[in-house]
T-cell receptor, first 112, second 112 residues
Framework: NAGVTQTPKFQVLKTGQSMTLQCAQD?????MYWYRQDPGMGLRLIYYSASEGTTDKGEVPNGYNVSRLNKREFSLRLESAAPSQTSVYFCATQSGRVNEQYFGPGTRLTVT | KQEVTQIPAALSVPEGENLVLNCSFTDSAIYNLQWFRQDPGKGLTSLLLIQSSQREQTSGRLNASLDKSSGRSTLYIAASQPGDSATYLCAQETSNDYKLSFGAGTTVTVRA
């Protein structure tokens, strides 16, 4: 089992460009999450999907959109990238509220 | 908005010493608390999850306690080894949603 996979691993964008970060899981988990991690700030939740067909905003949703394509896949889209979106992005999954979250390896994004 | 604080931000100990990592949270409506490990350039790995009805969880050399009344959780790592060098993050989930709030982490260095 691959667990939680993220693509790409690294990306450099120019200001104003768009891109989609992909996340897929083979763990049959209901809930999926997108976080960003910035130095000294811990992880902050961008969007989450408690179950297939639902999405909700997290702490820092501005500038992002998400799609829960099916139970396995949850994508994060930057429509017009800004330097403030330079960060490491993590996808995570969870099978239920009494269980741990499992994280992907991350995507390192630089916006110049 | 709940806040999760981890002090100190960094810690260096000689091999064999017991590690004590602290996590403070402000929201008394805690549902569970998770401890994660993060190696440089990697994703997060769940170490322990303590539900609000529990006072502690143990896994091998790791023990995590939860004191809801004081808003504190402590992660103990017995007989530290150089392989324990990593950043340790705690995260609180509250009763009314599926969201985790993370601390900024404590970076541990175990000197051989």
């Amino acid at each position: 089992n691959a667990g939680v996979t993220q693509t790409p691993k690294f990306q450099v964008l120019k200001t104003g460009q768009s891109m989609t970060l992909q996340c897929a899981q083979d763990m049959n988990h209901n809930s999926m999450y997108w976080y960003r991690q910035d130095p000294g700030m811990g992880l902050r939740l961008i969007y989450y999907s408690a179950s297939e067909g639902t999405t909700d905003k997290g702490e820092v949703p501005n500038g992002y959109n998400v799609s829960r394509l099916n139970k396995r896949e949850f994508s994060l889209r930057l429509e017009s990238a800004a330097p403030s979106q330079t960060s490491v992005y993590f996808c995570a999954t969870q099978s239920g509220r009494v269980n741990e979250q499992y994280f992907g390896p991350g995507t390192r994004l630089t916006v110049t | 908005k709940q806040e999760v604080t981890q002090i100190p931000a960094a810690l260096s100990v000689p091999e064999g010493e017991n590690l004590v990592l602290n996590c403070s949270f402000t929201d008394s409506a805690i549902y569970n608390l998770q401890w994660f490990r993060q190696d440089p350039g990697k994703g997060l790995t769940s170490l322990l999850l303590i539900q609000s009805s529990q006072r502690e969880q143990t896994s091998g050399r790791l023990n995590a306690s939860l004191d809801k009344s004081s808003g504190r959780s402590t992660l103990y790592i017995a007989a530290s080894q150089p392989g324990d060098s990593a950043t340790y993050l705690c995260a609180q989930e509250t009763s009314n949603d599926y969201k985790l709030s993370f601390g900024a982490g404590t970076t541990v260095t175990v000197r051989a």
